[in-house]
């Protein structure tokens, strides 16, 4: 897991960014020397069954791409997306 936040709900939320070697291995290097990557189908269900097997434990699991933090708009996702997280997980009134 990348991130951990205990809530001050007591929910246990993870979060997730994924970049490409959660889903692919590098090929060699091309003339330019880029990197390109192929899936791999077993790391994706390696990654979906760790999911399910916290989900099961209790824990809330949030995802992000890295390509999508990195877009122009990906401050303004992540504020909004903490935003929303924070009004839902708030401490319960006694």
């Given at each position: 897991m ?6 001050p ?14 889903y ?5 290097p ?5 990197i ?6 077993r790391?994706?269900?390696?990654m ?7 989900r099961l ?8 791409g890295?390509w ?7 401050r ?5 997306f ?12 006694l």
């Amino acid at each position: 897991m990348d991130f951990l936040i205990l809530a001050p709900d007591r929910s246990r939320i993870v979060l997730e960014v994924d970049g490409v070697q959660h889903y692919g291995r590098p090929n060699p290097p091309d003339e330019q020397g880029r990197i390109t990557h192929t899936a791999v189908p077993r790391l994706y269900a390696e990654m979906v069954a760790e999911d399910r097997r916290l989900r099961l434990a209790g824990y809330e699991i949030y995802r992000f791409g890295g390509w999508e933090l990195k877009e122009p708009g990906g401050r303004q996702l992540l504020e909004s997306f903490f935003t929303s997280l924070l009004a839902r997980h708030q401490k319960p009134a006694l």
